[in-house]
């Protein structure tokens, strides 16, 4: 909805777009639209990423706890379970995710370089920028929401533990 505020501001405001002279009652109208809907949005959104990564922290503290006070020692499974555990239920929809984030947010950033030089269109320049914006976001809060898990379990890994309990030592 926000973005269709803002698209229509770009329309009323780009010369022969709309018949007749731009109208700036339509672009003040857009913008109200966009950011009356678009604020609150934006801050669900950042309160959803803030409380998402204290999660996603504390998800990775707590899987990394025993090994790090030396409560519990790596066993030779443990090599499996640190380096398959993308795999696990609760991972997995998080990868899948990710990847089709980023795959997204390439076909965004490309809808702007051809709006830019294949078929110029200022509306559709904006609304890809948007697109692209979000997309980008979305994956670089998700990503970094899996590598906090997968960091707290590769304190499983024995191969690294040993090196890891050595350098905390000194």
């Keep these: 909805m926000a973005t269709f505020g803002i698209l229509l501001t770009v329309e009323a405001l780009t010369p022969g777009r709309l018949s007749g002279s ?4 339509l672009a003040i109208a857009g913008i109200l639209v966009a950011l009356v809907v678009g604020a609150p949005a934006v801050l669900v959104l950042w309160m959803l990423h803030r409380s998402g ?3 996603a922290r504390a998800a990775g503290y707590w899987s990394a706890l025993p090994y790090r006070t030396g409560a519990r020692r790596p066993m ?3 090599y499996f379970t640190a380096r398959w555990v993308g795999y696990s239920p609760d991972l997995l929809p998080r990868i899948i995710t990710v990847a089709s984030a980023f795959l997204a947010s390439a076909f965004s950033v490309s809808m702007i370089y051809y709006f830019v030089a294949v078929s110029p269109d200022p509306a559709f320049v904006v609304a890809a920028c948007l697109w692209s914006v979000l997309f980008l976001a979305v994956t670089a809060g998700q990503f970094g929401g899996v590598q906090r898990i997968q960091n707290g379990y590769g304190h499983r890994d024995p191969l690294g533990h040993d ?3 050595r350098r905390s030592r000194a």
């Design 22 to 25: 731009p109208s700036i009652d």
């Design 53 to 55: 990564r204290r999660l």
């Design 76 to 78: 030779v499974s443990d």
């Design 163 to 165: 090196r890891r309990m």
